[in-house]
């Protein structure tokens, strides 16, 4: 089943601090976790530090080729590939969304220090 987390991964469309930068919703593009690089789905998926223990049970499941062209390969390839790839993104993005959270909360002030 394609779920709305799942569809964030696929897309980068999500709590990805890069895709939020670009339509206004974050100050800057860089991944919160590790300080790195831009924080697009690729970065987290691929490389992001914070995600290590996550993604070599991906990479356990689905093999080492974790490009958006080979999720999408595992998950048409098998069942198990589908479901290795929406757990993956699931507990990502949960987790992503939860810390996410609380900045989006937060009240915004202006560049004069007003709301």
Sequence with gaps: MLTFRLTQVLTGHGCFADFLHRIGRAKRPDCQHCGGAA???????????????????????????????????????????????ARFAERMIAAKELEERPRQQAPQRGANGTR
Aim: hydrophobic residues 45%; proline residues 0%; negative net charge.
């Design 39 to 85: 924080d697009t789905s690729s970065h987290t998926v691929e490389t992001c530090s914070a995600w290590a223990v996550d993604r070599a049970a991906l990479r356990a499941a689905v093999g080492g080729d974790l490009t958006l062209a080979g999720l999408v390969r595992a998950m048409t390839s098998s069942r198990e590939g589908w479901a290795a790839v």
